[in-house]
């Protein structure tokens, strides 16, 4: 009997209201007056900037083609630089957010760089059109400084503008201000042979850029001590550059290779290593060593 007295009354319960449960559409405040959230009274030195890249790329594109794929298809950029002869810079995603355009890659031991960078679209064709099928029908591996289209003044200087700006207010290392080849080289070429990254470094102090007189120097130190493949490699990773550890120069290295002549000898992109290639690299980490430490 008692037995099911007491299944009666947990029947009885379960059929009750569940009156704690019902307040979900009656949200009640956590407190009748606000918490204050005080930025000010104290700050944390275990910090930095979240941005730590610029990254510059071209789109392969006119400019009404170009506004197209950056505002209604699945790629993006913070910010858009036409070929118009005025004084517009587009500013496409807020520089809070997080743009798609770095895609897979890595570059100084960071592998995801659509979350710590800014990106730049310059328009700009990329190859010029006789030259689009020129590797498939000759012995050529990697498009020459020839194939590449000329960036426009106006779009160097906007370039220098904007770049300069945001590596002052992020406080971005030279190092750190790369082309979309360098942190993907068997995918990208862009921004290609004729970006002009000395002109950018010599008169307005962006970016990086190797000292000729360290280049001589490592050219004469190479000709008496050839360096190993190994060697060589790891001079590209101290730079920052993500290269295999294979002991030959296998398509994969040769675009790293590549993707560095791009941006430091771009009047001889071959793919092909040889001592001023090492040269200039040697001279960069020489340059460089240190520039990019950060959490």
């Not at 275990?46 to 506004?67: A, C, M, P, W």
């Not at 060697?231 to 994969?252: C, H, P």
């Amino acid at each position: 009997m008692a037995k099911n007295l007491t299944t009666l009354a947990l029947a009885s319960l379960l059929t009750l209201p569940l009156i704690g449960c019902m307040t979900t559409n009656n949200v009640q405040p956590i407190a009748t007056k606000p918490f204050v959230i005080d930025s000010e009274t104290y700050q944390s030195a275990g910090k930095s900037q979240r941005i730590k890249f610029i990254v510059l790329h071209y789109t392969v594109s006119d400019n009404e083609r170009s506004i197209q794929l950056l505002t209604k298809g699945k790629v993006s950029a913070h910010y858009l630089i036409m070929d118009n002869d005025d004084d517009k810079i587009y500013n496409l995603v807020p520089e809070g957010e997080r743009a798609w355009h770095a895609g897979d890659g890595g570059f100084a031991g960071r592998t995801i760089l659509n979350d710590t960078s800014i990106g730049i679209e310059i328009v700009n064709k990329g190859i010029q059109p006789q030259y689009k099928d020129a590797l498939k029908d000759s012995e050529l591996d990697y498009h020459p400084y020839k194939h590449f289209v000329e960036f426009d003044e106006v779009q160097i200087k906007k370039v220098a503008q904007l770049v300069q700006d945001i590596a002052m207010r992020y406080d971005i290392s030279p190092k750190n201000i790369i082309g979309h080849s360098d942190l993907a080289p068997s995918r990208k070429i862009d921004p290609g042979a004729k970006f002009p990254w000395q002109r950018l470094h010599e008169e307005y102090g962006i970016a990086a850029w190797y000292d000729e007189a360290d280049k001589q120097f490592f050219m004469k130190e190479t000709q008496l001590a050839t360096p190993t493949i190994p060697e060589v490699k790891q001079a590209f990773r101290d730079y920052g550059y993500q290269i295999n550890s294979t002991a030959e120069w296998d398509k994969a290295s040769r675009d790293v290779i590549y993707a560095f002549q791009l941006h430091f000898r771009p009047l001889k992109p071959t793919g092909q290593m040889d001592i001023e290639t090492y040269a200039i690299l040697k001279a960069l980490n020489k340059k460089y060593a240190g520039r990019d430490d950060f959490y």
